[in-house]
Structures are given as C-alpha cells and as structure tokens.
C-alpha cells in the first residue's frame, strides 16, 4: 500500500456496538466498552498510516433518548477513554479536540475532557477529534447563530469557518460501520463532498484490516467535487 492515495481526514460511525453484545448474549454495555477498546487500535493504525485527522462520532445529541442505564454507562466509558488514555496520546504527539456541546455533560466529564484538550494542545502529529454530544444540524445552527450574534453576513464559507471542525478540514472519507446505510446526522455540511464508505462489520470487529479496506476502496475513487473529469 506503500504510495497509495490516502485521506488527510477520516470520520468514523462507531456503530454496531449493542448487536455485537446481543449477540453473544450480553447486555449492551458489555459491546460499548468492547468499542470503547478498539478506538484506542483504530486511532493508533490510523495515524500509524500517516492520516492527519480522525473524528470518531462517541455519542450524539440523539443517544440521550436511549435507556438512562445506558446513557450513563457511555458518559463512564468517556470519562474512563480521557483517563486512560492521556498518556498514550501524550506520548504519540496527538491532539484531542472535542466537537459538541459539552456543556450538558456533568461537571466531572467536562473538566476530563478539558484537562484532555488542553494537555495535548501543542501535539502536531494528528488530531482525534471526538464528537460528544454531537449533531450536525445542531452544529449548523449554532455557526449560524454565531453569525448572526457577530453580524456577519451568513454564506457557505462563513459557516464553514463557524463549525466545530474549522480548523481541522472537511473529511475525505467518511466510514459507518454496522451495515446501516445512513449518516445519521454526521457531519452533513463538511461531508458534503466525502467519500462514503459503508460495512456490514460490527464495531468491536472492526480492525486494522478493514480500515485498510476502507482506505484501499477510497484510494480507487475519482473525486471530482461537482466538475467534469478531464481525460
């Protein structure tokens, strides 16, 4: 693979996590915290492949309507992923970001994630931007707003440069696991010329094989952002 095309910026649907559970006969917690382990080899195969960006879709403004059991044990394994896994980020040079409104999050998770962003800051290697408490038609609303707030005139790259992900890029390709053939709410504005790529593959099962696949299927694609390709 050595040469190959590869994205600058990858988004990821972690989904499948409560199927890969049920299907073994285990309450759904038991697959978010087997997806909660596998973040952690799909976020270092990715920036071992030499990818600049990752944005990881953890939990959105929709999944508060899930179980309260549930809910909670997904703020946990949020709180326990920022712990645990500081260090190593640290260590790799990468930099957290955190797109969302966070502020609804309790007090303890939002100083976690602070404590996260602001330690790995300076990190220039890559980015692992983590989408909590997110949604894309609430992200488009809020940059509108803050159009609006500032009195600035409200065009397609005014927006742009109001989301959560400004600084990052849009995303070259976009990953949904799980089989289901939806964004979800994903990032709609900045995706708007992403490569799609969907698997039947549950989350937990997810590995460094199929993102490769993933990488190798975007690799072939001919993209053309609206205009004719010349010959």
């Known amino acids: 693979m050595d040469g190959a095309k590869i994205?600058?910026?990858?988004g990821i649907i972690m989904d499948g996590n409560g199927r890969w559970a049920t299907a073994r006969g285990k309450k759904r917690s038991y697959g978010h915290r087997a997806g909660t382990a596998n973040v952690e080899r799909i976020t270092?195969?990715?920036?071992?492949?030499?990818i600049k960006t990752l944005s990881l879709f953890a939990f959105s403004s929709e999944n508060w309507a899930r179980p309260k059991e549930e809910v909670d044990e997904?703020?946990?394994?949020?709180?326990?992923?920022?712990?645990?896994?500081?260090?190593?980020?640290?260590?790799?040079?990468?930099r957290v970001a955190v797109m969302g409104d966070t502020s609804v999050l309790s007090s303890k998770?939002?100083?976690v994630i602070e404590k996260s962003v602001e330690a790995t800051k300076n990190n220039d290697r890559g980015i692992l931007n983590i989408g909590i408490n997110y949604g894309a038609r609430q992200e488009i609303a809020h940059a509108v707003n803050k159009l609006l707030s500032?009195?600035?005139p409200i065009t397609a790259e005014s927006i742009s440069e109001n989301l959560y992900t400004a600084e990052f890029g849009e995303p070259d390709l976009i990953i949904r696991t799980g089989g289901e053939l939806r964004l979800s709410n994903f990032m709609l504005y900045q995706g708007a010329y992403a490569e799609l790529y969907f698997t039947d593959v549950l989350w937990p099962d997810f590995?460094?094989?199929?993102?490769?696949?993933?990488i190798e299927e975007f690799g072939r694609r001919h993209r053309r952002f609206g205009k004719v390709e010349e010959s």
């Open 207 to 214: 590995d460094e094989s199929e993102l490769d696949k993933a």
């Open 150 to 152: 500032k009195g600035e």
């Open 109 to 111: 998770l939002q100083k």
């Open 44 to 50: 270092e195969h990715v920036f071992n492949r030499g």
């Open 74 to 94: 997904l703020m946990r394994l949020l709180e326990v992923y920022f712990k645990k896994f500081l260090k190593k980020l640290q260590k790799e040079n990468i």
């Open 7 to 10: 994205p600058a910026h990858i």
